[in-house]
């Protein structure tokens, strides 16, 4: 009688509130969540995980000691990933990237739950997240952990903006350098440890490149990236 009721109010709370798909805006039927059956089977995978040599990991390489470069789907404009994305960022659906992240992280269990100690997302900006109310790679790292089986930690990196005064012959020529940059807040937590760095789209790897860097001075054993989609294009 109870799960009668249950079902009940759920149709007709939908026919109020229609329950829809946020990569194609098709209504979903019972039983689906967030995505459609039909688009999670046709999302762009890139199958990178069967790839060590991938072009994620060509445009890192070189700039990065990388050990895996992963992402989950290719990035199209106007196409499924972007909606996906534009609405997980933009649209406060963070439930988009916790669930993409428990999907591929089903993907990567078989062959990857022995390659990473601690996944770290890549932090936001302290004054957009207060306005945003949540990191949408945080919330797609939280996903990936479940299935993963790896520990998640956001309070590692921090994202800040250092003003720096630099100053020449004269007051005249002094100007202010703003630059982002990531600090590591706890050492010890990475020390010696498998990092996985997700992200949620990554286009030039520049925010990667930022965020590694000061992870590898601060001595963890390696650094591997892993993001929801990828565009070879370098732009979105
Ligand atoms: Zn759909």
């Not at 070189?62 to 990933?81: H, M, N």
Request: glycine letters at 6%; proline letters at 5%; one cysteine or more.
């Amino acid at each position: 009688m109870k799960s009668f009721v249950r079902e009940v109010c759920h149709d007709f709370i939908s026919l109020f509130y229609p329950r829809y798909c946020m990569a194609c805006y098709e209504g979903l039927a019972k039983g689906e969540e967030t995505i459609c059956t039909r688009c999670m089977y046709e999302l762009p995978r890139t199958h990178y995980h069967t790839e060590p040599a991938n072009p994620l990991f060509r445009r890192l390489e070189g700039r990065l000691p990388l050990q895996y470069a992963l992402s989950f789907l290719r990035f199209r404009q106007g196409g499924r990933v972007q909606r996906l994305l534009h609405n997980l960022k933009y649209y406060n659906h963070p439930e988009i990237g916790e669930m993409l992240g428990r999907v591929y992280g089903e993907e990567l269990h078989r062959h990857y739950s022995q390659a990473f100690d601690l996944i770290i997302p890549i932090p936001l900006h302290p004054a957009r997240l207060k306005k945003r109310g949540y990191n949408q790679s945080e919330e797609f790292a939280r996903g990936l952990s479940k299935n993963l089986m790896v520990p998640m930690n956001p309070s590692i990196v921090e994202r800040v903006i250092k003003t720096e005064t630099q100053t020449r012959k004269s007051k005249l020529m002094r100007w202010q350098n703003v630059r982002e940059v990531f600090e590591v807040k706890s050492t010890a937590a990475i020390a010696e440890k498998h990092i996985l760095l997700a992200d949620d789209v990554v286009t030039t790897g520049a925010t990667i490149e930022a965020c590694a860097q000061p992870l590898l001075q601060a001595g963890c054993a390696s650094i591997s990236v892993v993001s929801i989609a990828y565009s070879e294009q370098g732009k979105i």
